[in-house]
């Protein structure tokens, strides 16, 4: 059985697919460049920021990515006012967990800033003993992040499994050599993660711990 659960942020926890996409077209509205369209902006829901914009904007000049870096986030933070809500049953299910005594975490292609303020808002910080953020180690799909959640926790990659939404995110956890869960609600088809053998299909947040319930009564 799995003693850390680490989760994905946007599209697991949180549904901001529409925000990410509504705020990452207008910065790029904001600059003049070519205008997203909302499966282009989807794509890359899971990546640091700026390797999100210079996979949408191959070969963009540094002169435009930090501009259209601090659009994005004046709009998401700020700007732009499509909902983003947790989803159901998300807080209920992440504090069942943390009874029972399993350890969680995040791993986010989000900004230290924008997780900590989403954490306080939310009001789920105590939760998690461990986050890592894209813009303080290396973005998905390298397992960076992940091996530093290990280091840091003293968890083996066997003992522990990532859960997304998005191919970044079951990659990196490939990568890192632990198992994986595929959240079908988020960015990304249920289809293309399918292809890293998840260990599970999550279909709502709290199949999450219906699962783990099955599992733990099957290793008694």
């Known amino acids: 059985m799995y003693s850390l ?3 994905d942020w946007d599209g697991t926890v949180i549904d901001s697919t529409a925000r990410i996409v509504s705020s990452m ?7 003049d460049l070519r205008h997203l369209q909302d499966h282009e902006a989807r794509e890359i829901i899971g990546l ?3 390797e999100a914009i210079q996979a949408l904007y191959p070969g963009i000049s540094s002169d435009l990515l930090v501009p259209m870096r601090d659009r994005y986030v004046y709009h998401y933070m700020e700007g732009d006012n499509t909902p983003a809500s947790l989803f159901p049953g998300v807080q209920q299910t992440l504090e069942s967990l943390h009874k029972k005594g ?3 975490a995040v791993a986010t292609g989000k900004s230290r800033h ?3 303020r989403v954490l306080a808002d939310t009001g789920l910080g105590w939760l998690f003993e461990i986050t890592r953020c894209a813009d303080e180690t290396t973005s998905k799909p390298h397992p960076h992040m992940l091996e530093e959640i290990l280091i840091a926790s003293g968890i083996s990659a066997d003992d522990a499994v990532m859960i997304g939404d998005t191919e970044f995110d079951l990659k990196m956890g490939v990568k890192a050599g632990m198992d994986t869960i595929a959240v079908s609600y988020g960015a990304h088809h249920i289809n293309r993660l399918k292809q890293y ?3 599970l299909e999550m279909h709502a947040f709290p199949d999450l711990e219906e699962w ?6 099957e290793a008694v």
Do not use: W
Not at 25 to 31: E, G, N, Y
Not at 212 to 217: A, N, P
């Open 5 to 7: 659960l680490i989760f």
């Open 25 to 31: 077209q207008s910065a790029a509205r904001d600059l």
């Open 48 to 50: 640091g920021l700026p």
């Open 102 to 104: 399993y350890r969680l």
């Open 114 to 116: 924008g997780l900590d």
């Open 197 to 199: 053998n998840p260990v």
């Open 212 to 217: 783990l319930d099955l599992k733990s009564g």
